[in-house]
């Protein structure tokens, strides 16, 4: 098992930027991969960005060059740096996490990015 602790959301203004964190209960070496997926309001959920246990990285089209996740392995933390923040931007965020090739999955944070 592992449980995810996310740090919360908030409200930003369009061009803003805010960082998330999400902590979890085991080394996150030992895990396959963490990542970040959002779900807008009548969307599905999607994959934001992506980072495997050797440290290979991912993202969605409509977040490179603004996005930037991040571990610290020593904290079993993943962070989610979030630049130029848009409106569109607007979700519920998760924290992900692949063990054992089983997901695991947060809370939930909103982040909302007003124009």
């Known amino acids: 098992q592992v449980q995810l602790v996310e740090s919360r959301g908030g409200l930003v203004q369009a061009g803003g930027s805010l960082r998330l964190s999400c902590a979890a209960s085991?080394?996150?070496?030992?895990?396959?991969?963490m990542g970040w997926y959002r779900q807008a309001p009548g969307k599905l959920r999607e994959l934001v960005a992506r980072?495997?246990?050797?440290?290979?990285?991912n993202y969605a089209d409509s977040v490179k060059g603004r996005f930037t996740i991040s571990r610290d392995n020593a904290k079993n933390t993943v962070y989610l740096q979030m630049n130029s923040l848009k409106p569109e931007d607007t979700a519920v965020y998760y924290c992900?996490?692949?063990?054992?090739?089983?997901?695991?999955w947060g809370q939930g944070t909103q982040v909302t990015v007003s124009s």
């Open positions: 992900n996490a692949l063990w054992h090739w089983d997901n695991y």
């Open positions: 980072i495997t246990s050797v440290g290979i990285t």
């Open positions: 085991r080394s996150i070496v030992s895990l396959n991969a």
